[in-house]
């Protein structure tokens, strides 16, 4: 079956703009998290969606918010981009995401945000 | 609030070395706990993982992980590691990820 997708790739944007990535997770999956990678802060949570609604929150601001949609495909939104949010953007699903049936996360290969 | 620390951020081994890399959590609930590995350009894989049961556990590649429950630990082992063993490794405790550690080997 078809992976974790997200897109897209490669994404450049100036400072003060606003970006939406997508993510679209395995068929079944009802959870989509997501994360942020760098180099120096390892994989940060961001917020995991399940049934359209966010169920866990990391602590970034405002400014990155999400959503999820009823076939469970999710978006992530960054407003008025700063340099610092140049990073990896990792998406992943599970088919419960927390709890005690909480299978493993399917990761997608991620989209790298620069922003100039 | 659930969390997960990994000490180690960079762990510089020589082939043949052993491996103990650390990870401890916070939560006071049932845990799903796992292990993922990011090699060079690749995506983030699961490397073995432990619900309940035996808390010794075997992954892929000759790693396993032992869950102490009094050390809320879940510390990630290999008897000796391989220059292709190279990558980033993350614990995770439900969908809540440790920074990760960077092991190099080098041969």
């Known amino acids: 079956k078809a992976g974790v997708t997200q897109t897209p790739r490669y994404l450049i944007k100036t400072r003060g703009q606003q970006v939406t990535l997508s993510c679209s997770p395995i068929s079944g999956h009802r959870s989509v998290s997501w994360y942020q990678q760098t180099p120096g802060q390892g994989l940060q949570f961001l917020f995991e969606y399940f049934s359209e609604t966010q169920r866990n929150k990391g602590n970034f601001p405002g400014r990155f918010s999400g959503r999820q949609f009823s076939n469970s495909r999710s978006e992530m939104n960054v407003s008025t981009l700063e340099l610092g949010d140049s990073a990896l953007y990792l998406c992943?699903?599970?088919?419960?995401?927390?709890?005690?049936?909480?299978?493993?996360?399917?990761f997608g290969q991620g989209t790298r945000l620069t922003v100039v | 609030a659930q969390s997960v620390s990994q000490h180690n951020h960079h762990v510089i081994l020589s082939e043949a070395a052993s491996l103990e890399l650390g990870c401890n959590y916070s939560?006071?609930?049932?845990?799903?706990l796992f292990w993922y590995v990011q090699y060079p350009g690749q995506h983030l894989q699961l490397l073995l993982k432990y619900f309940s049961g035996d808390p010794l556990v075997k992954g892929i590649k000759g790693f396993e992980a032992e869950f102490i429950k009094s050390k809320f630990s879940f510390n990630l082992r290999k008897p000796s590691v391989q220059w292709s063993d190279t990558a980033e490794y993350f614990c995770a405790l439900d969908m809540r990820f440790g920074a990760g550690t960077r092991l190099t080997v080098k041969p």
């Open positions: 939560y006071g609930g049932t845990v799903n």
């Open positions: 992943a699903s599970s088919f419960t995401g927390t709890g005690p049936m909480n299978t493993e996360a399917f």
